[in-house]
């Protein structure tokens, strides 16, 4: 606790300009221990089973379309090289009227350049292909 022993002239009458600031530190310590020791209680969580973590791979379907982009930007239907997009876009034409409609999978080669993986999903899209996906390795774990 704090305390006032007058001033150093020996003025008693003296007005302190300070704000005792001990006890309100006391009572805000008292009350953050009550808040932590209560907190818990109060808050009682459901008790849930959370889901675990499951990576499969995906099951390429007969129907799906692979494209693989090489390197040097080169497209490959399914292990047919295209002369460019057009005739890409002549094969995918085929198949967007299939029912249902089968996946696009696309393989870009991680040295290809954006602009040649942007030509074919470009094309997919022309030919009115509703789903296109990105195949990638998945991260070693280690």
Do not use: C
């Not at 007005?15 to 009550?34: A, Q, W, Y």
């Not at 008790?47 to 390429?60: G, H, R, T, V």
């Not at 295209?82 to 040295?111: S, W, Y």
Request: charged share 25%.
């Amino acid at each position: 606790m704090g305390m006032s022993v007058g001033s150093d002239s020996g003025d008693d009458d003296a007005v302190l300009s300070e704000i005792n600031t001990t006890p309100l530190v006391d009572v805000m310590l008292v009350l953050l221990i009550i808040f932590l020791v209560t907190s818990p209680v109060v808050l009682k969580l459901q008790k849930i089973e959370l889901p675990k973590e499951l990576n499969q791979p995906i099951q390429a379907k007969p129907e799906n379309v692979n494209i693989v982009v090489n390197k040097d930007g080169d497209i490959y239907w399914n292990q047919k090289k295209m002369a460019d997009t057009n005739e890409l876009f002549d094969f995918l034409k085929e198949q967007a009227v299939k029912i249902p409609q089968p996946e696009v999978h696309v393989r870009g080669d991680k040295d290809a350049r954006y602009e040649s993986v942007g030509k074919v999903i470009y094309t997919t899209q022309r030919a009115g292909i509703q789903k296109v996906g990105f195949i990638t390795e998945p991260p070693d774990r280690g």
